[in-house]
Nanobody, 125 residues
């Protein structure tokens, strides 16, 4: 059974930074894609950024391009999301998710098999 645990959320002022981490445990852990999704109050869960686990290819939503950066650590089975220049509209619960199936899109949370409990990010002055 795979478990994903997010950490690093919190309260920050506009323009500030946070670093979210996602630690995976359990077996087998062999994702195709690791994604960070977020859900703001009253909205659907949306993809923020995704990284191909083996190839390292990355994709970002336009709203976070050039502000957020993904990284992964094979040895520790972790995926990090560095978030800079945060805006109030980035306020949401952020979820780390793992997609194990090949041949399905990475944009939809419905295609992911494992997810964490989420971590709250609040950007406010």
């Amino acid at each position: 059974q795979v478990q994903l645990v997010e950490s690093g959320g919190g309260l920050v002022q506009p323009g500030g930074s946070l670093r979210l981490s996602c630690a995976a445990s359990g077996h087998p852990f062999d994702p195709v894609v690791m994604g960070w999704f977020r859900r703001a109050l009253g909205t659907e869960r949306e993809l923020v950024a995704a990284i191909t686990w083996n190839g390292g290819g990355q994709s970002y939503d336009d709203s976070v391009e050039r502000r957020f950066t993904l990284s992964r650590d094979y040895a520790k089975n972790t995926v990090n999301l560095q978030m800079n220049s945060l805006k109030p509209e980035d306020t949401a619960v952020y979820y780390c998710e793992a997609k194990t199936a090949q041949g399905v899109g990475y944009n939809s949370p419905d295609n992911y098999d494992h997810w964490g409990q989420g971590t709250q990010v609040t950007v406010t002055s």
